[in-house]
């Protein structure tokens, strides 16, 4: 956050960041809340196995990640799983099919600016593994993995390390 120095209204080198949420400017009266961002990650779930997809860019780039991202404006979470799991793997579900199964803090590191993120995670259920059809922008690759033999290590996202301990020892 130390790059944000200009004030945007006044112009001047003047804004301050107070390492939390808030920045502001000493020269005039702007202020601006940097708060945190809600995303969600979907466990997609076939009996003893998980479904994860590898990721083609940074952060994480090469490490395993849940499909899901940022919420957008006017969007409910359960929307916001839907519309990513049709933008990353082209598959249509209704938003009522996701269950809610906790939350975790999370900073994702974009562009040389950490956002703090509240990660909402989800499950759904599958009858049968799918067939996907990749957005290679985001994904390089996916995989169903067992839970039992999940490698923590190889998940780019220390929100996702931790629900997903918790979550496989409750399995």
């Known amino acids: 956050m ?17 390492n939390i949420t808030k920045f502001s400017c000493s020269n005039c009266d702007f202020v601006l ?21 590898v990721r083609n860019q940074e ?6 990640d849940l499909p899901g991202g940022f919420t957008d404006p006017k969007e409910s979470s359960e929307e916001t799983c839907s519309r ?4 990353e793997l082209g598959l249509i579900i209704n938003p009522a099919e996701f269950k809610y199964l906790g939350s975790q803090p999370n900073i994702y590191p974009y562009k040389n600016i950490d956002y703090n993120t509240l ?8 009858e049968e593994k799918f067939e996907i059809k990749l957005e ?36």
């Not at 809340?33 to 997809?53: C, G, M, P, R, S």
């Not at 990660?119 to 599958?126: E, K, M, S, T």
């Open 2 to 18: 130390e790059n944000l120095r200009f004030c945007p209204k006044c112009g001047q080198e003047k804004l301050l960041w107070n």
């Open 33 to 53: 809340y940097h708060n945190t961002a809600a995303a969600v990650a979907v466990i997609i779930k076939y009996q003893d196995e998980l479904f994860f997809t």
């Open 59 to 64: 952060p994480g780039k090469g490490k395993w």
């Open 84 to 87: 990513e799991l049709n933008e």
């Open 119 to 126: 990660d909402l995670f989800y499950l759904y259920d599958v």
């Open 136 to 171: 290679e922008s985001e994904i390089s690759e996916t995989i169903w993995i067992k839970a039992s033999e999940l490698g923590l290590d190889k998940i780019a996202f220390e929100s996702q390390k931790r629900f997903l301990k918790n979550y496989i020892d409750k399995l």
